[in-house]
Nanobody
Framework: QVQLVESGGGLVQAGGSLRLSCASSGRTFSSYAMGWFRQAPGKEREFVAG????????RYADSVKGRFTISRDNAKNTVYLQMNSLKPEDTAVYYC????????????????WGQGTQVTVSS
């Protein structure tokens, strides 16, 4: 079992920044890839960013490339999402998820999910 707890969401003006954190417990953190997803009202959950188990490989949705950065600290069992140049369309509930040993994009490849943290970007 893996427990994931997100933090760092909030309300920010367009152009601002936020950093989300996701603390993991229950399994060897460095053995699995991690991902961030988001879900806006009335929309399906979508992949935002992913990072391999050791942090050597990252992947981003086109909509956030150049603005968001995913990172992880395996010593602290934590994954981060630095979000810069935020736009109103980034407004959503953001979820972190734990996957398998290989970095993947589909939500179906992730076995454990956090409860989500709300990010609201005002125009």
């Amino acid at each position: 079992q893996v427990q994931l707890v997100e933090s760092g969401g909030g309300l920010v003006q367009a152009g601002g920044s936020l950093r989300l954190s996701c603390a993991s417990s229950g399994r060897t953190f460095s053995s699995y890839a991690m991902g961030w997803f988001r879900q806006a009202p009335g929309k399906e959950r979508e992949f935002v960013a992913g990072i391999s188990s050791r942090g050597w490989t990252t992947r981003y949705a086109d909509s956030v490339k150049g603005r968001f950065t995913i990172s992880r600290d395996n010593a602290k069992n934590t994954v981060y999402l630095q979000m810069n140049s935020l736009k109103p369309e980034d407004t959503a509930v953001y979820y972190c998820a734990a996957g398998g040993p290989v970095l993947a994009s589909p939500a179906s490849e992730y076995d454990y999910w956090g409860q989500g943290t709300q990010v609201t970007v005002s125009s």
